[in-house]
């Protein structure tokens, strides 16, 4: 039975891959592509508006999807109605929250193209590619898709974005290299591609009896009953585990140059595409760590399940790291002209933090399962607050290499953090 279960997951998570695999490959030959040809100062900028965008999203858009998983979606097929109210008024906060969230971007963006270096004719650009966050409302419909079995699904969503974006770009750039012009494209083909999502999981609710009326239906009503304190909890979560992703680009872009910002976001987007391996392993994990809670030993099922999937991630970042290593080794200088990753400490540093994040992909969903909101707030807030800090001293000091290893150091705090909270917690229910 154990054995079904492993290979549903591998199963459910190869087709995650694969779309991720394209997704992140396409988006990855698009960042280089916009690197190689534009000239510095426009790749820079374009990079530092699209880090500055992500981070307002995050900031101010709440994405529910682990609330529509745990609090919606076990009352589908029993209670469609009280279903809908739930999922109605997550998916009416997560809307409310991305208008506010565009609103808040456009205002503040004046002052935050001040802080970056960036000209006053960024301003139409950044505009323009702000206004996609408030078409990005796609977190618990991706939420329905998953815990519907729709890996394939979402595999050909993320496959066919990063491809349209790619053929996007490879169209524009022998045109023109406007910046204004190539972050509307992006910000388009993105809205439409959030947009699609959400139409996929309607469809799906409607084959199991879900109207949209019924999701609509006394929305006013039930935000007043919404739980907000939840809502305010897996936000800051998320929150606090995401918003730093981009801090470090505007960071180099204000000690440094949006020029520095534009490579350091190469590298980094070299990197994080490796998260590609363990994000559909977290995805595909996540529902069955939440069905662990209706067993008789959750806690005894979650803790074995976390040792093999420890030892696949580690196994897994090791492999992909050196793989990536010997292909820049062997062929980055035939093909971009930017300064080779490997004599960066920004690169080293930056590498050392993704190994242990895909390492140990594991742990947030098995939190989750467990309900220990708390526990995830208090360690990302902490963690969010030291990377600030360290930021804030390390990158005047060190430039792009100071913004490197704060990430690692911050990654290896995240480990620490989790490993001794599970300890402590299987300590506690041995009799």
Known sequence: MQATARNHLLEDAFWLLGGNVINAGCQLVT??????????????????????????????????????????????????KRFSAHFGALFTTELTSNLLATILALTLLPMAMTMMNLPDSWYLAGSIYSI?????????????????????????HASSLGATRLLAVTLVLPQTHSPTIILTCLAIIESIWHIGLTVAATAILKQKGVEIRDLMRNTWKRLQHQDWKLVATSHCTNLSK???????????????????????KVYKSILRALLILSDPLANAAFPRFINFQKSKDPLGKITNLLRKLILLGTTISTAALSVLTLLIYAFWEDYTPLPSPLGSGYFLGYAIGIWIAVGLFCFPPANLALKRYSFALRLNIGLAATYLVALTFLTPLFGAAGAGWTFAVIQVLWAIGYLVSFKQL?????P
């Open 31 to 80: 960042t280089l592509l916009l690197a190689s040809i534009l000239p510095a100062s426009s790749w820079g900028g374009i990079a530092v508006i699209i880090s500055y965008a992500l981070i307002m999203e995050t900031l101010f858009s709440t994405k529910n999807w682990q609330l529509v998983s745990s609090h919606a979606y076990p009352h589908l097929d029993t209670a469609p």
């Open 132 to 156: 996609s966050i408030l078409f990005r409302f796609s977190g618990s419909a991706g939420a329905i898709l998953r815990l519907s079995n729709k890996y394939l699904w979402q595999s050909i």
């Open 242 to 264: 995401v918003a730093t992703r981009e801090l470090d680009v505007l960071f180099v872009s204000a000690f440094s140059s949006p020029e520095i910002a534009g490579v350091v």
């Open 426 to 430: 299987s300590a506690k229910t041995i």
